[in-house]
């Protein structure tokens, strides 16, 4: 028999409700994943007669825009290479973008506080796009 087990069996309880408290505390309080509308961006891509299609496919997008945004800062800051191409299957040249988040993205996806925020708020992320660049007017 333990002298003193009350306490001890006491102290080891408290110390599993307070070090398991952050995973059974929102048990059943997870929200929907946002899900930027494109409707917007492809009107907008139409009044400046810009393609209706993102640079790349919108999955990709989904999951590794900010690794597109990585290459292109290395081919502009260190390359000085400003096109960026798409190919066919084929490998003829569809179409050249000009890689810029502020002059090419958010010319389509303007309103940042619905399409990158309500994303990287859910996630919990802040990204550093905005260290460097001018955040985008909204264009109604």
Same mark, same amino acid.
């Given at each position: 028999? @333990?002298? #003193?087990?009350?306490?001890?069996? &006491?102290?080891?309880?408290?110390? @599993?409700?307070?070090? &398991?408290?952050?995973?059974?505390?929102?048990?059943?309080?997870?929200?929907?994943?946002?899900?930027?509308?494109?409707?917007? !961006?492809? !009107? =907008?891509?139409?009044?400046?007669? @810009?393609? !209706?299609?993102?640079?790349?496919? %919108? /999955?990709? =997008?989904? &999951?590794?825009? =900010?690794? @597109?945004?990585?290459?292109?800062?290395?081919?502009?800051?260190?390359?000085?290479?400003?096109?960026?191409?798409? /190919?066919?299957? #084929?490998?003829?040249?569809?179409?050249?973008?000009?890689?810029?988040? &502020?002059?090419?993205? =958010?010319?389509?996806?303007?309103?940042? %506080? /619905?399409?990158?925020?309500?994303?990287?708020?859910?996630? !919990?992320?802040?990204?550093?796009?905005?260290?460097?660049?001018? /955040?985008?007017?909204?264009?109604?």
């Amino acid at each position: 028999m @333990l002298y #003193d087990s009350k306490p001890i069996i &006491t102290g080891i309880v408290v110390f @599993l409700v307070i070090f &398991t408290y952050p995973l059974w505390s929102n048990v059943g309080s997870a929200s929907q994943p946002p899900k930027p509308d494109a409707k917007p !961006a492809v !009107a =907008m891509a139409a009044k400046l007669n @810009l393609p !209706a299609t993102c640079v790349v496919d %919108k /999955e990709y =997008m989904r &999951t590794s825009h =900010m690794v @597109l945004l990585d290459q292109w800062r290395e081919h502009v800051v260190r390359g000085e290479d400003r096109l960026f191409t798409t /190919e066919n299957a #084929d490998g003829q040249v569809v179409a050249q973008y000009k890689m810029s988040l &502020t002059s090419n993205c =958010m010319k389509c996806h303007s309103n940042k %506080k /619905e399409f990158c925020d309500s994303c990287h708020n859910y996630l !919990a992320v802040s990204p550093y796009c905005w260290d460097c660049h001018l /955040e985008p007017k909204e264009v109604k």
